[in-house]
């Protein structure tokens, strides 16, 4: 196999050992068992979610759960692994997201997924792109339930970790609650627990992958449909949830929810989740701790020839709302201030937001 070369992350062994300290941890905190792993999690988009995007996702709540970008079986066999894999020790719980349709090579990249320290693979037939759909996966998968039952039980048999399913509720204009529903059970029949419901069609002709997350109509109902045909499955809602009053109301009906689009753009958002879901202490005081943790982490990240920003840009939003958060957010833009190190930008970021304030 290309990748052999890479089967010790060490990473993978850090990550392990720091696990088992929050595993300790958690143990005098009972609240932790009373919910579902899925509860909440932020999900899983390309060119947003890398691992400089959920470290800061991380530093802002212990317990949501985080995606990686959809890598494909292809990218992983044949090219860069740890490009695709690595990833910070602090992102756990962590869920690999794997784009294929192969059940051998599926496998493989299960394995690999699970030798590289991540707590879950997850199965995309959700996505959309004409890309994907050429190379016959994503969404288009949901027309063969049976092949992706294969492929989860190829995975299934390759890892002890979990093996979960992101996917729509049906695909182009069908609109039978029965379609998603053979979809679910056939998956499940192949060991499948956890199934992530972007509740809106794919339309497979005619739409760019962001019209898909917009034009198809949200169906919420189908979805709680599935928790009450399926109420031992782990059911994960996702799809246009805004406020935490939205998440709220869904988690009556559903075992957990998936945040994608409001995490991103608004991120301190998920500094109030571990409290407001989890009933737990929130990690971080104010914005300011966590711009600096981020400049410390740019640090960091300049030793592994990471520019500051690759890992600035995912944090733009993170004064959303505030006065001065536009001028701040310019100055973390610029592309003149490439060359000076991050703590000397967050300086000249802190000047031009304090000078709107008074
Ligand atoms: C920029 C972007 C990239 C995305 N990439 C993926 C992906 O790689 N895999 C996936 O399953 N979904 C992907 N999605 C879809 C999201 O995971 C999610 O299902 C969708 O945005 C709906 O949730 P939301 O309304 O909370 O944003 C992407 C979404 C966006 C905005």
Known sequence: MACEAFRINPVSRMATRERQAL??????????????????????????????????????????????????????????????????????????????????DLAACAKLGEQWGYDEINLNCGCPSERVQRGAFGACLMAEPRGVAEGVKAMRDAVAIDVTVKHRIGIDRTESYE????????????????????????????????ENRELPPLRYEFVHR??????????????????????????????????????????????????VFFGAEPLVGDRDEVEARMVDYMQRMAGEGVPWSHVARHMLG???????????????????????PPVLVSRAAAGSRLSVEV
């Open 226 to 275: 599935l928790k009450r045909d399926f109420p031992t499955l782990s059911i994960v809602l996702n799809g246009g949830l805004r406020t935490d009053e939205q998440i709220e109301q869904q988690l009556a009906f559903v075992d957990g929810v998936m945040i994608g689009r409001e995490a991103y753009h608004d991120p301190w958002r998920l500094s109030q989740w571990d409290a």
């Open 179 to 210: 379609f998603v529903r053979d979809f679910v059970g056939t998956v499940a029949e192949a060991g499948c627990r956890t199934f992530i419901v972007h509740a809106r069609n794919a339309w497979l002709q005619g739409l760019s992958p962001k």
């Open 318 to 340: 993170l004064r959303n709302g505030l006065p001065g958060a536009r001028r701040w957010r310019q100055v973390w833009s610029d592309h003149r201030l490439k060359g000076q």
């Open 23 to 104: 595993h300790d941890e958690d143990m005098t905190e009972p609240i932790r068992r009373e919910f579902n792993p899925w509860r909440l999690c932020v999900a899983p988009m390309m060119d947003w979610t890398d691992r400089h995007c959920r470290y800061l996702h991380r530093l802002l709540s212990r317990r949501t759960r985080l995606y990686t970008e959809m890598v494909s079986t292809g990218a992983l066999l044949h090219g860069d692994v740890p490009r695709h894999l690595r990833f910070n020790a602090e992102e756990h719980p962590l869920a690999l997201q794997l784009g294929g349709n192969e059940p051998a």
